[in-house]
């Protein structure tokens, strides 16, 4: 089974730094993409930031000056460095990847990691 393991969550100050990093386990096949979502407390699930197999990102408007994804296609991995975080940004963190192989699509998440930005 696939399966998608996040890390690096954690309590920060106002202003500091994280980086969240996620592993995969059990693909043969590398995923078309992968990318962030987070959810606050009483909130929907959002987008955070993507990067598909030849490398294009996005991110949404209120991280893309701070945060930054990554990916390292062999091992199916993908990080977010994030910097300059806010008390906003504190959500639990969920890492995802998506492909279409032999006509079918697959889309895959992680438990989460929790982030917590508070003084």
């Known amino acids: 089974q696939v399966k998608l393991e996040e890390s690096g969550g954690g309590l920060v100050h106002p202003g500091g730094s994280l980086q969240l990093s996620c592993v995969t386990s059990?693909?043969?096949?590398?995923?078309?993409?992968m990318g962030w979502y987070r959810q606050a407390p009483g909130k929907e699930r959002e987008l955070v930031a993507t990067?598909?197999?030849?490398?294009?990102?996005n991110y949404v408007d209120p991280v893309n000056d701070r945060f930054t994804i990554t990916r390292r296609r062999p091992a199916n991995t993908v990080n977010l460095r994030m910097t300059d975080l806010k008390p906003e940004d504190t959500a639990v963190y969920y890492c995802?990847?998506?492909?279409?192989?032999?006509?079918?699509?697959?889309?895959?998440w992680g438990q989460g990691t929790r982030v917590t930005v508070s003084s």
């Open positions: 995802n990847a998506n492909g279409k192989w032999g006509g079918r699509d697959y889309n895959y």
């Open positions: 059990g693909s043969r096949f590398s995923f078309d993409a």
């Open positions: 990067i598909n197999s030849a490398g294009r990102t």
